[in-house]
């Protein structure tokens, strides 16, 4: 939490544009979206909603290589999310049409089985169905949050994402939900600040950083093969590990947010 905060404050400007970016681009849709729902073009919605999932996919995604550059201790200039826009275009189209998919199906589902009309015939079925489509979107929503930051770490390709995001998300459960939470209470900051800080960016940021010190426990399990079974893979030497990062990131004063000039 840190260090995410003090990439967020290092790069602020780059980070508040991006923000600008992604939150008018939302907004934008969001508003053509509510105008087909109140005309009642269900049609026209149902395509907005799917257009403006792949769009901000792609805007999020194009910042993803910024983020993990952010994550390493490097530096990033915001011209490089423009560069990586075109590298995002497929990814993010795929990534935004699964969530769309998914929204829409679940949407359509749960609305069907908790039906007043299917609950009258069906009650004991319809809570059962719609209660487990509920709890398979939970468990995908926890997954996928560690899609984007596989993908601007490990540069895998979209399956191999995937298929590493329910992997880390079922060997890391705890720590998914509490960077799920996490990122909650940035979600409702963001909406203090108007989608301005830390929202898009700054969320992506910490998610990033959050993976990259949780890959050092695999890091640290393959240099460690005896170390077989859940009870021996949990005595993790977190400190030890974590060690030249504490050190890399050094004891940040408040002043020299403000004044960091004034730093010896």
């Known amino acids: 939490m840190k260090k ?9 400007l780059g980070v508040f544009l991006v923000n600008v970016i992604c939150s008018f681009s939302f907004i934008g849709l969001f508003m053509l979206f509510l105008t087909f729902i109140k005309a009642e073009a269900i049609f026209l919605a149902g395509l907005t909603f799917v257009l403006g999932s792949i769009i901000l996919s792609i805007l999020v995604f194009a910042y993803g290589d ?7 201790f490097n530096s990033v ?3 490089d999310f423009f560069k990586s ?37 069906y009650r004991e079925i319809g809570i059962f169905l ?25 540069k895998n390709n979209f399956s191999k994402c995937l298929k590493k995001s329910f992997i880390i998300f079922f060997d890391n459960t705890g720590f998914s939900i509490l960077m799920f939470i996490h990122n909650l209470v940035l979600l409702l900051i963001s909406i ?22 949780r890959l050092y426990k695999y890091d640290y399990l393959e240099e460690h093969p005896e170390l077989q079974g859940k009870r021996k893979r ?6 030890e590990l974590i060690y030249d990062d ?16 004034k730093e010896d």
Not at 4 to 12: K, Q, R, V
Not at 132 to 154: E, G, T
Not at 196 to 206: K, S, T, V
Request: glycine share 8%; aromatic share 16%.
């Open 130 to 154: 719609g209660a487990l489509l509920m709890w398979m979107d939970v468990f995908v929503l926890l997954s996928l949050q560690w899609f984007l930051p596989i993908r601007s770490l490990m």
């Open 4 to 12: 995410s905060f003090c990439d967020g404050w290092d790069n602020l």
């Open 77 to 79: 200039r915001f011209v």
């Open 192 to 213: 203090v600040f108007v989608g301005m800080m830390p929202a898009w960016a700054g969320i992506l940021i910490a998610q990033t950083n959050a993976l990259r010190l």
């Open 85 to 121: 826009i075109p590298h995002a275009l497929w990814d993010g189209f795929r990534f935004g049409l699964l969530i769309s998919g998914i929204t829409i199906i679940s949407y359509i589902g749960i609305s069907y089985y908790w039906s007043v009309e299917f609950l009258q015939r």
């Open 234 to 239: 949990n005595k993790i030497p977190w400190e």
């Open 66 to 72: 910024s983020a993990a550059e952010i994550a390493n």
């Open 246 to 261: 504490r050190e890399t990131l050094g004891p940040r004063k408040l002043k020299s947010f403000i004044f960091p000039w």
